[in-house]
């Protein structure tokens, strides 16, 4: 089937990327990798940046999905800030290619515009969820990009860690020290009791 092949064909540039990076990465490499012609590889993509961004747009995809099964409108930041943050958690533990390919791709220069709405769409819920938190009171008047900044920048460091086997974030102790270092940061410290308690 097509989507078969193209998937084989998006499954083997992210195992290609880490490896070359995209400006090493060609048609032919790829081809070879994945048994295929390179003009089977045209069929499906004009170009290497349109084969980049669809792939950054099926990752990013996934994880997104995974967020916001996560995320229930009708509760609180209380009910949904851990549980959101686990669901990142749990998406890119066992997908280390994964995390390593958006972190790579996330600022490239030729990502489209599609793709860099599609970086955005994966906001939405966390702006959301911290303005609900900031009417509750629970979360510091920081403007929102400084909060998801905040709490991307540390899932970011501490899953790097996890990658480089400083640390095991698959450990009750490391994740709960993380998810309380999180939250911490970005709520107000008189109702941090409110919040719950992390879970392994």
């Given amino acids: 089937m ?6 084989l064909i998006l499954s083997t540039v992210l ?21 295929i012609s390179a003009g089977t ?11 980049i961004n669809e792939l950054y747009q099926t990752v990013l995809g996934e994880f997104n999905q995974a967020v916001l099964h996560s995320y229930a409108p009708e509760v609180g930041f209380s009910g949904n800030f851990e549980a959101m943050l686990r669901a990142a958690v749990d998406f890119y533990l066992p997908r280390k290619d994964y995390f390593s390919f958006i972190e790579q791709y996330t600022y490239a220069p030729f990502l489209f515009k599609e793709s860099q709405e599609e970086n955005f769409s994966l906001l939405l ?3 959301k969820l911290l303005r609900q938190g900031k009417k509750e009171g629970l979360v510091k008047a920081f403007p929102e990009p400084v909060l998801i900044s905040i709490i991307h920048g540390t ?26 270092a999180v939250r911490e940061a970005v709520t107000n410290p008189a109702n941090k009791d409110s919040l719950p308690t992390p879970h392994p």
Avoid at 158 to 180: E, G, N, P, W
């Fill in 15 to 35: 195992d290609l990327v880490k490896q070359t990076g995209f400006y090493h990465l060609n048609m032919k490499a790829i081809a070879e990798r994945a048994g």
């Fill in 2 to 7: 097509a989507s078969d092949k193209k998937q």
């Fill in 41 to 51: 590889i045209y069929l499906y993509f004009k170009s290497k940046e349109e084969l």
């Fill in 125 to 127: 819920p966390i702006f």
């Fill in 155 to 180: 899932l970011n460091t501490i899953l790097k860690m996890h990658f480089a086997h400083k640390l095991d974030l698959r450990k009750k102790s490391v994740y709960q020290s993380f998810c309380t």
